[in-house]
């Protein structure tokens, strides 16, 4: 598999059992919106737009929370920063992992605290995909690894993620796993922020890990 993601979600400070959302009648009027056209354009490996990020993945999770009939959320500076710390420790360890050696971070409680926000309840998610757009496809062309240059199987050129492709299919994934899909859809939340690393050791010319963290 070229893709792979880490299955756990973490839940603090307060238990709470499976969230069960039943579509409101008016799911079909939901749309994704408020991404900028900047988020079409391909992600670099370094200093990648982190607001342009959080616009694209915010819409992306608002999106399917309006399907379930739950209010959004809105993005919180403090929770886009803690994640952005995960999420470029990920990215130097090339590893994913809830728990770091980051002092004051080491734990999803620790990082939803240390944003800053008065929080009764967080959670995380976290993930990894490949710096090239392969879609989740199982086979993928070679031409030249040196150069990044990889086709699928009717010959036409993979292309880099953008911002808008990396949020869609993160979120999609979190969205097929229920313990991500579990923090996406809590009704408590109010707050995300998320951020994304990358690493360039990663197989396939690089692979980008990515974390997020809710608060109530």
Known sequence: MIIRYLKTAV?????????????????????????PAGAAQAVPTRNAN??????????EVNF???RAGLSPVKLETGLIKVAGKHANWMARQGTLSH?????????????????????????????????YNFGGSRKIFVQNKSKCLFTNTSGKGIP???????????VGMWMNSSGHRRNVLDRNAKAVGSALGYDGRGSNCGQFYLSQNFAG
């Open 11 to 35: 839940k603090l400070l307060v238990f709470t059992a499976t969230i069960i959302v039943i579509p409101v009648a008016g799911a079909q009027a939901c749309a994704r919106g408020g991404v």
């Open 50 to 59: 982190q607001s342009l990020f959080n616009k694209a993945i915010l819409s």
């Open 64 to 66: 399917v929370r309006c």
């Open 99 to 131: 728990r770091s050696n980051v002092r004051g971070q080491s734990s999803v409680q620790e990082r939803v605290l240390a944003s800053g926000l008065n929080v009764r309840r967080g959670s995380e998610n976290i993930g990894n995909l490949p710096r």
């Open 160 to 170: 880099p993620h953008s911002y808008a492709s990396l949020a869609t299919q993160i």
